[in-house]
């Protein structure tokens, strides 16, 4: 038998999000990689680290693995090649990580709502998957858009039509494509300079935890003030993470 490693979707920051299945991959794993970002971040690493506390009863000391994550050169301007490199030295981690797990024995990523969204862990096992051999088993979480859409409690598309799912960096280049689009990894609140008096939003921070804060509304409306709450937020708590609905035409209008 080879080494076996689980990539769990852990969900977007609510210890109850972890699925029986994400739970149950977890007591099986013989060891757990949990990832750490530096002191800003400091509170995502410990909500991996309480997550493993209360579920594996009594075995997190002895089962967890922390690693660091390098930070991507953000000052290339090819932002292909920065990931590119960013993922090799993450490959060289890996390496190392799965090198602990014995042979015939298991190991677990704990991924960030879930792994097949904006998300490289499956894709640096694949890279990896040449230099050490195991087997993936994934286990699916619940993702920051549904998080989104449950706290607003709103369905995500329109009846009968498509979504996009982007990021700011792309809303910036292209604008909006789709009668719904989901905007993720935007640090330059993009739908600030989105000009249509029929957009509305729906704006979601720290989704799943205490810090949660939800917004929406007419863009033209809402906007300065989900920008002023956003700068609030970070300073306060030395990092944030949010996502958006844009939403324009209601359903059953063609
Ligand atoms: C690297 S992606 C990871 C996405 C994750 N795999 C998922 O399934 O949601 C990080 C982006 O996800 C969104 N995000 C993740 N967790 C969030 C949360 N708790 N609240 C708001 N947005 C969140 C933000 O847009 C953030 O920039």
Not at 11 to 32: F, P, R, S, Y
Not at 45 to 54: G, K, Q, S, T
Not at 202 to 218: N, P
């Amino acid at each position: 038998m080879m080494k076996r490693i689980y990539v769990i979707g852990i969900g977007t920051g609510n210890q109850e999000h972890l699925t029986v299945q994400a739970i149950n991959a977890m007591k099986t794993a013989d060891l757990i990689f949990i990832p750490t970002k530096g002191a800003d971040k400091e509170d995502l690493a410990d909500l991996r680290r309480e997550i493993c506390e209360r579920y594996l009863e009594g075995d997190a000391a002895s089962k967890t693995v922390e690693f660091a994550v390098p930070a991507r050169n953000t000052a290339d301007p090819a932002y292909g090649r920065s990931v590119d490199q960013w993922h090799a030295a993450l490959a060289d981690i890996y390496v190392c990580l799965l090198d602990k797990v014995p042979e015939d024995k298991s190991g677990a990523f704990l991924v960030w709502g879930d792994p097949s969204l904006y998300d490289s862990t499956l894709r640096i096992l694949e890279r990896v998957s040449g230099r050490c051999s195991f087997e993936v088993t994934v286990i699916p979480g619940i993702t920051s858009i549904q998080a989104l859409a449950a706290s607003h409690r709103i369905p995500i598309n329109l009846v009968g039509k498509p979504v996009e799912i982007t990021t700011g960096r792309r809303l910036s280049e292209n604008g909006v494509q789709a009668p719904s689009t989901i905007v993720m990894l935007d640090g330059n609140q993009t739908f600030s300079r989105i000009d249509d008096p029929h957009m509305e939003i729906f704006w979601g921070a720290y989704l799943g935890t205490k810090d949660e804060i939800v917004l929406s509304g007419r863009l033209v409306d809402v906007a300065d003030e989900i920008e002023n709450v956003r700068a609030a937020a970070r300073k306060k708590n030395g990092w944030i993470m949010d996502i958006y609905l844009l939403r324009k035409g209601s359903d059953f209008q063609e």
